[in-house]
């Protein structure tokens, strides 16, 4: 709804990656997690530049279970052209590991772009993947990630897309391995570099320090994660390009409808308790834009033509 009236001039993936080669001056762009299209548009109102459309987050949405490779390619192509048409900020899309082969990866890519994503998330776990800050991960060869890669950056129609390549190594092989593939995936046309669940402060360190200067990073930061929290100044410091917050208005819609909930199951009517707080009905019209819909009848629907019917 937010583009029925307004869409900035300047397109999404490449206001993204203006961004993201000025973070070493301004700071790392700060991308909170959206599931669906009205976490997306709280994003966008809260004042973010971008919005991450996470994967972990769409499968509990649509699907109410894990993240563990169960949602498909199209699926996840639907929601991204859902928050691309319910904000005006640059999206980023998991895509997972691409869904597939390098003929899979390309396809990919096209339907993302169709969707409006301006980067497009991939990964080099096995098929089907699970989520990073999961135990039992499983990778393909670096070999075959680096054809995904090359395979995406051919698939490509704007040049201005950006192509994020995560690594799962660390969990599987440690940081060498992760900090080699990641500079093999820069080297095969990947735009910024994603090393998933570093578990120590001394390990994203190392990976900031040997990688941060040669491309942009993307540090995940995850509630309860494998990864330790870092303030923003640190992040900044150690000059990250792009910070994520995947799961934060999951977690936080989960608290706030379990309480409601079990404040109405034991008293059968809201108490004033589970009700503070809430939006009032045209706080949350408003938030779902309401009123655009009401200026975009108001442009075309004359008061003249409809007492003529």
């Keep these: ?15 993204l990656r203006q961004a993201l080669e000025e973070a070493p001056r ?9 599931y669906d299209g009205l976490t997306a548009r709280l994003i966008e109102l809260a004042g973010f530049d971008a919005v ?15 993240d563990v490779g169960l949602l498909t390619g199209t699926e996840m192509a639907d929601q991204t052209r859902r928050l691309v048409s319910a904000v005006d900020i640059p999206v980023i899309a998991d895509a997972d590991t691409g869904y597939g082969n ?21 990964e080099d776990q096995v098929n089907p993947k699970k989520c ?7 990778l393909v ?38 900090i080699a593939r990641a500079r093999a995936y820069h080297a095969a046309g990947a735009d910024a570099l994603f090393v998933e669940a570093p578990t120590s402060e001394p390990d994203i360190e190392r990976l900031a320090g040997e990688l941060a ?44 409808a379990r309480s409601y909930l079990a404040d109405l199951k034991e008293h059968g009517t809201p108490t004033a308790a589970s009700l503070a707080g809430l939006p009032s009905f045209e706080d949350f019209t408003s938030v779902v834009g309401l009123q655009d819909v009401r200026a975009l009848e108001n442009r075309y629907v004359s008061e003249e033509a409809v007492s003529a019917v």
């Design 102 to 122: 390098v003929v899979n990866v390309a396809r990919t890519v096209s339907v993302y772009e169709q969707a409006g994503a301006a980067a497009i998330q991939l």
């Design 213 to 256: 200067t040669e491309m942009p990073l993307v540090f995940n930061w995850v509630e309860g994660g494998k990864t330790p929290p870092l303030t923003f100044e640190r992040m900044r410091e150690l000059q990250f390009a792009m910070v994520i917050y995947p799961i934060g208005t999951l977690l936080a819609a989960t608290a706030r």
């Design 52 to 66: 991450y459309l996470t994967g972990f987050g769409a499968t509990a949405s649509l699907l109410g279970m894990p």
């Design 132 to 138: 990073g800050h999961m135990s039992g991960k499983a």
């Design 141 to 178: 060869s670096a070999g075959e990630m680096i054809g995904k890669i090359q395979s995406a950056v051919d698939a490509r129609r704007n040049p201005d897309t950006v192509l994020i390549a995560r690594t799962d190594a660390i969990a599987v092989d440690g940081v060498d391995a992760a």
């Design 1 to 15: 709804m937010a583009n029925m009236l307004s869409r900035e001039t300047v397109p999404a993936p490449r206001r």
């Design 26 to 34: 301004t700071g790392p762009v700060i991308a909170p997690g959206a």
